[in-house]
C-alpha cells in the first residue's frame, strides 16, 4: 500500500491560502435565522429545515441538521495520468457558525476533514481549518447559502472509503458521511455532469479543475441559473446531448439541448452550458448527457427549488409552500398531470408571474419566498409553521403592514387586536384586524377582515395583469 499512499495527491490550495469563500448571495430582505442553541426546543422553523436537509440526505448528500445545516458532496474530474481529481463541496449558512468580534468585523471558524481508506488502511487524511468573516453583525444571522468550501486532491485509481466531516469550531457541530469512489468509472470517458456557479476548460489534465462547484446541485427561482460543466478525458470534440427527465418518468424528456465539446491546449475537451429553471418544475430531476451518435448516459441528479431555504424534493411538498402564490385548482392540475405535462404548466406559470422576463431570475417568486422566510421567523406558533398563520398569510400575501396598532383591552370582555394597515406601499387601501382569541398571543383575523383580504389578493392580482397588459385599474380604497 506504500506505492498507493505515495501516489495520493495533495489537499490542493494548502500552499495559496484558504479557499473558503463567504459569497454575498442575492439580497432578498428577512432571509435571516437566529443561532439555535443546541438542545433546545424543536421550533416550526428547524422542522421546516430539518425537512429540507432530509431531502439532501435522500440523494447521498452530507447533510447536517437544523442546528447545523451544511450540504456538501464529492466529485471526480480526470486528473494526469491515470489519476482523478475528488473534489470535496460544502455549503451553509452564517446562522450555522457563532461569530465573535474582531476588530470591525465578525469570525467564525469551523474544520473539514477528509479521510480515505483502502481495505481500512488509511491512504489519505487532510485537514483544513478556515475563518469566516462578515461586515455586519445582521450578516451573522443569514439563513442564505452564502459560506463556500472547496478542495480538490488527486487519487490513484482504486475502490475507496472516503468520510468527510464538517465541524463548527466553537460549538463542536459535526456533519459527516461516508461516500465510496471508484476510479476509474468504467464505459465512458465523459464526466458526470457537474453543476457548477462558474466554470472554465483546463489547459491540462494536471490543471486544478477551474470550477465553482454548486455543493447543493440546486437550482432555484431567486437565483442566475448554474452552468453544467462535462469534460471528456480523451479530448474528443463535438456536440453533446443534454436532456432533463423525471426521476420517475425519463421516457419524456422535460427539456433538451445540445452543448459543444471544445478543447484548450492538451486539456480534457469541456462543454459549458446553462442549466434550466423555468422550464423544469420544482423537485428532484436527472440531467443526462451523450454524444448525439448513442452510448451511455452520464448523469447527475439536479434539484430545482422554490428558493434557497424552500428546497424540497418532493413535487407535493414544493406545491403546498405555493398555495398563496397558485390557486388550489391549479395546483390539483399540477399534482395530477404527468411529468411532461407538469413542466409545461409549470413554464406557463413561471412565465405568467415573471414581471421582468428580460432577466434570468422570476422577481415575483424571490419575492414570496422572501416573505414566507419572514413569516416563519415571525410569526411561528406553537407547532404553526409562521407561514400557515393568518399574519404570516397576510404578510406574503400583501408584504409588511405599513403600520401596526396594537388595540389593548379596556374593559372586561375585549379581546386584543393587532390592526395592520396598508395605505403607501399597496396601490389600494387595506385594512385588516387581527385579534387575540385565546389570550395567549396567537392572532386570527376577524370574520370581516378574511373577506378583505380575499378581495386585496383579487384585486392586486388584476393590477399586475393589467401593468403587464399596459391597461389602467382602478380599485376602490377600504
Keep these: 500500500m506504500r506505492k498507493r499512499r505515495d501516489r495520493v495527491g495533495r489537499w490542493a490550495g494548502d500552499a495559496r491560502g484558504g ?14 435565522s437566529g443561532n439555535p442553541e443546541i438542545g433546545g426546543p424543536v421550533t416550526a422553523r428547524s422542522a421546516h429545515v430539518a425537512r429540507m ?15 447545523f445545516p451544511v450540504v456538501g458532496r464529492l466529485l471526480l474530474l480526470p486528473g494526469p495520468a491515470d489519476s482523478a481529481w475528488l473534489g470535496f463541496a460544502a455549503s451553509m449558512p452564517p446562522s450555522a457558525l457563532r461569530f465573535s468580534r474582531e476588530g470591525d468585523l465578525y469570525s467564525a471558524r469551523y474544520q ?12 489519505l487524511r487532510r485537514v483544513r481549518r478556515e475563518t469566516v468573516r462578515v461586515d455586519d453583525f445582521p450578516e451573522t444571522a443569514s439563513g442564505e447559502e452564502r459560506v463556500f468550501f ?21 460549538s463542536r457541530r459535526v456533519a459527516s458521511r461516508r461516500f465510496e469512489v471508484a476510479w476509474p468509472e468504467p464505459g465512458t470517458t465523459l464526466s458526470e455532469p457537474q453543476p457548477a456557479f462558474r466554470a472554465a476548460p483546463r489547459s491540462s489534465l494536471a490543471q486544478e479543475p477551474p470550477i465553482l462547484v454548486a455543493p447543493r446541485a440546486t437550482v432555484s427561482a431567486g437565483r442566475k441559473p448554474l452552468e453544467l460543466v ?14 432533463v427527465v423525471a426521476e420517475s418518468d425519463a421516457s419524456a424528456p422535460l427539456w ?6 471544445t478543447r484548450a491546449g492538451q486539456g480534457p475537451a469541456t462543454a459549458i452550458g446553462p442549466l434550466p429553471q423555468r422550464r423544469v418544475p420544482p423537485g428532484v430531476v436527472r440531467v443526462r448527457v451523450r454524444r448525439p451518435d448513442g452510448g451511455p448516459f452520464r448523469e447527475t441528479a439536479l434539484l430545482v427549488a422554490l428558493d434557497d431555504e ?3 424534493g418532493d413535487f407535493d411538498r414544493n406545491a403546498e409552500v405555493l398555495a398563496y402564490a397558485v390557486s388550489e385548482d391549479s395546483l390539483s392540475m399540477w399534482r395530477a ?13 413561471w412565465d405568467e408571474s415573471d414581471p421582468d422576463p428580460s432577466t434570468a431570475r422570476n422577481e415575483f417568486l424571490a419575492t414570496y419566498f422572501d416573505r414566507m422566510s419572514m413569516a416563519n421567523l415571525r410569526y411561528s406558533e406553537p407547532g404553526i409553521a409562521g407561514w400557515r398563520t393568518d399574519r404570516g398569510r397576510a404578510h406574503v400575501q400583501l408584504g409588511p403592514p405599513d403600520r401596526e396598532i396594537p388595540h389593548r383591552p379596556q374593559r372586561a370582555g375585549e379581546r386584543m387586536e393587532l390592526e395592520w394597515i396598508y395605505d403607501e406601499s399597496l396601490p389600494i387601501r387595506v385594512r385588516l384586524v387581527f385579534e387575540d382569541t385565546g389570550d395567549f398571543g396567537i392572532y386570527t383575523l376577524d370574520s370581516r377582515s378574511r373577506v378583505v383580504l380575499r378581495d386585496a389578493v383579487r384585486d392586486l392580482a388584476e393590477i399586475r395583469r393589467g401593468a403587464r397588459a399596459g391597461e389602467p385599474f382602478a380599485a376602490e380604497g377600504r
Excluded: K, N
Excluded at 472547496?150 to 466553537?170: D, H, K, N
Excluded at 433538451?256 to 465539446?261: A, G, I, N, P, Q
Excluded at 398531470?337 to 406559470?349: C, I
Design 19 to 32: 479557499a473558503a469563500l463567504v459569497v454575498t448571495a442575492l439580497a432578498l430582505a428577512g432571509c435571516g
Design 150 to 170: 472547496q478542495r480538490f486532491v488527486t487519487i490513484a485509481p482504486g475502490v475507496y472509503e472516503v468520510e468527510v466531516a464538517v465541524r463548527e469550531l466553537t
Design 337 to 349: 398531470a404527468p411529468p411532461a405535462e407538469r413542466a409545461r404548466l409549470w413554464e406557463a406559470f
Design 310 to 312: 424552500w428546497a424540497f
Design 53 to 67: 436537509l432530509e431531502s439532501y440526505r435522500d440523494r447521498g448528500f452530507l447533510a447536517g441538521e437544523p442546528e
Design 256 to 261: 433538451t439541448d445540445t452543448v459543444r465539446l
Design 112 to 123: 473539514v476533514r477528509l479521510t480515505a481508506t483502502v481495505d481500512g488502511d488509511t491512504v
Design 230 to 243: 462535462v469534460e471528456d478525458a480523451a479530448g474528443a470534440e463535438g456536440p453533446l446531448a443534454v436532456e
